[in-house]
């Protein structure tokens, strides 16, 4: 019997219609957990270097994390992992709600798709019943309209549904997954999604999930359930409203924006208002929230409610749900000071499937261009002058493709390169071709450099976590790590030391100090137990995101072990998130990720250290195990059990025998990426 995981995956080829059942090898479950650890083993098999994201050749995965549908709080991700049409390196988006504890209900860990439709069509899956439907009729229809209509074409409410938009039909680089409480929007999930001719899948699951140690694992969530409710009254002082409590970041709760609004850069990541938050503006901004948030709700087993019901009368649904810093993402692009429009705006966009992140930052770089006259009226035909109605402007022709849409459709460094005339130079906000977090600060954080530089999830709300963000008062540090439980044992105190002496400015300030040994060992531990919430499920609000979180590094391997029947430790589940890093970093080798892409956008510090940096770069790679490209070595891939990845990168002259560089061969294919 299998624990935690139903042990079959659903295969699907689109091409040819056919739908298979497979069981899974518990092997790998031993080696990878779930989640994104099996879906990248998936990716590696499957899918050569060279292939086009949007061909029927590469493959689409959904995976439900190892203890989704389990009563573990929070297991509620679904991991989206594709090959991304926008950086054309792994792609891997997480996605909260109801529909992975579905899937597994219905007796399902993942579903795995390839080929492509010849027609538009939706997946149907009612436990052991599965059938691909027409979905002509849901043509060019918005994503969450798409979903209500199959529900009702089903009659039954309690489907869950992804579905994508517009947009994800047209292949936007930047294409969402939506299921009504969350996305998947980071990489273009939709737009292969679109491009493999598939609309929607629905799921409907009545089967259980067992558990290794039923008792054992109960003691253990009912202790989170405990913690979580002592820790949402008793937040963590000194540190932004979004930092300061558990869950996803509480923005349809918090109404304190003056961090993200004079901190965060207004238009197209360039500009901040230092000036914006006022009292006046408080209070405005506070009662457009309270008119537009009609309740705050959850997603799956999860007392935390971090997404709102937003009312949206002009939209199919009449509403759509929120969540996160994608309330502002659209007025601070357009640098207007009206959030009513931010919620207006952002529910068509998400009809349309677009990522809430990129989205805003592609219209703020077409309206630059058009300002400084490398776009002109030839390209932009009756452009607004009101910056509001040139972003609807823009975001209808961009989910269209219509016109310069359909440059602005590939994302910002893409569309630079087509337009020319100097179009490159605003480009400086990207990182591997995919826009960052628009935020603008003074010196140079070498722990959030390295995060920025050698992340492979292209987010870094994906990468960082677990501490504060910026030197706390003297007199509450020896408070703080008092309970600080968190940290992994063999770099604890050494991590506490440095929360104690760490100051603004002087000799324990960055950006030289801690040392490199430090930087590395903090760097990792946030990465890695994102890497491990991808891997189980949890959400990385109660994991691996918040400051003091339920969930670490600690208490994670007896509830996996208590589910699964795994005997695993600290240590081991340390090596299994190692294994699973490498072979991401494998795979993005592969498809030609080199050093030279590992840059953060160019003006995110305003004080940069081009020397120290390449000194961090060197110091990294070195404890990561990686040559000086960024590439594992074949002694660290073997070590791992990555011996048959060692050996395909050096046949294919990425490696050499002694991991010293990759070939000249291998950096040229790098320069055609």
């Known amino acids: 019997m299998r624990y935690a995981e139903t042990g079959y995956q659903l295969e699907v080829d689109l091409t040819r219609g056919s739908i298979e059942r497979v069981p899974t090898d518990p092997e790998l479950t031993e080696l990878h957990l779930g989640g994104l650890g099996t879906n990248a083993k998936i990716i590696w098999d499957r899918v050569p270097p060279g ?12 995976s439900a994390g190892l203890l989704c549908g389990t009563p573990a709080v929070g297991a509620t991700r679904t991991i989206a992992t594709t090959i991304s049409p926008q950086t054309r390196l792994l792609a891997f988006s997480m996605m909260g709600g109801f529909w992975a504890a579905e899937l597994k209900f219905a007796g399902w860990d993942k579903i795995v798709l390839a080929g492509k439709s010849p027609s538009l069509v939706y997946l149907y899956i009612n436990n052991d019943h599965v059938e691909l439907r027409d979905a002509s009729h849901l043509h060019g229809k918005g994503a ?3 979903a209500e209509i199959i529900r009702q074409e089903l009659n039954d409410p309690r489907i869950q549904v992804l579905a994508i938009g517009l947009a994800g039909e047209n292949s936007v680089y930047y294409a969402s997954v939506e299921h009504g409480r969350s996305s998947a ?5 939709g737009a292969v999604m679109g ?4 609309k929607a899948i629905a799921v409907r699951g009545t089967k259980d999930i067992n558990l290794a140690r039923p008792e054992e694992f109960l003691n253990l969530i009912n202790d989170i359930l405990k913690y979580i409710k002592w820790r949402v009254e008793n937040p963590i002082k000194y540190v932004p409203p979004i930092l300061a409590y558990i869950g996803s970041p509480q923005e349809m709760a918090i109404h304190d924006e003056q961090w993200h609004t004079t901190g965060f850069a207004w238009g197209h990541a360039r500009h901040r208002r230092k000036d914006f938050w006022t009292k006046e ?8 929230q309270e008119q537009r948030v009609e309740r705050l709700i959850s997603c799956f087993n999860c007392p935390m409610k971090c997404g709102g019901i937003i009312s949206q009368p002009n939209l199919p649904t009449h509403r759509y749900m929120m969540k996160c810093y994608s309330k502002l993402t659209y007025v601070m692009a357009a640098m207007v000071d009206d959030l009513d429009f931010g919620f207006e705006i952002a529910g068509v966009a998400q009809e349309y499937g677009l990522d809430g992140y990129t989205t805003p930052q592609v219209m703020a770089f077409a309206i630059e261009l058009y300002e400084d006259g490398i776009l002109t009226d030839q390209d932009l ?3 607004p002058k009101d910056n509001k109605e040139r972003f609807y402007y823009l975001l209808h022709r961009i989910a269209r493709r219509e016109g310069i849409g359909d440059i602005l459709a590939d994302g ?4 630079a390169r087509r337009i020319g005339k100097g179009a490159e130079a605003y480009d400086h906000n990207t990182t591997k071709k995919h826009e960052q977090m628009v935020i603008k600060l003074g010196m140079l954080n070498p ?6 530089a050698t992340g492979e999830k292209m987010s870094i709300t994906q990468i960082e976590g677990q501490m504060p963000q910026a030197p706390l008062p003297k007199e509450y540090r020896e408070e703080f790590v008092k309970d600080w439980v968190h940290p992994p044992t063999r770099t604890a105190e050494r991590i506490k030391e440095f929360i104690l002496k760490w100051e603004p400015r002087g000799e324990y300030a960055f950006p030289f100090w801690p040392p490199p040994d430090l930087i590395n060992d903090l760097v990792e531990w946030q990465e890695y137990m994102h890497y491990i919430d991808d891997c189980t499920g949890i959400c990385a609000g109660l994991s691996s995101f918040p400051i003091k979180p339920p969930y670490h590094i600690h208490n994670l391997p007896l509830i996996i072990s208590a589910a699964t029947g795994l005997d695993v430790d600290e240590d081991g589940l340390w090596e299994i998130t190692h294994r699973n890093r490498n072979l991401v970093r494998a795979i993005n080798a592969r498809l030609g990720l080199r050093r030279q892409d590992e840059k953060p956008p160019e003006d995110h510090w305003k004080r940069r250290f081009p020397e120290y940096e390449e000194k961090l770069l060197d110091e990294y790679y070195k404890f990561k195990g990686w040559n000086k490209e960024g590439i594992p070595s074949k002694e660290t891939l073997e070590r791992l059990g990555l011996g048959y990845v060692a050996e395909d990168l050096i046949n294919r002259g990425v490696l050499t025998e002694d991991g010293d560089s990759p070939s000249k061969e291998a950096s040229a294919g790098n320069q055609k990426q």
Do not use: Q
């Open 447 to 452: 722990i959030y450099y390295i995060m920025y």
């Open 281 to 288: 503006r408080a209070m405005e901004w506070k009662k457009t």
């Open 412 to 415: 910002v460094y893409w569309a």
């Open 185 to 189: 929007s980071r990489g273009g999930i």
């Open 381 to 383: 035909p009756d452009f």
């Open 144 to 146: 969450l309209e798409t």
């Open 195 to 198: 491009s493999k001719g598939l």
């Open 51 to 62: 292939v086009d994201p949007l061909s029927p050749e590469n493959i689409l995965i959904f």
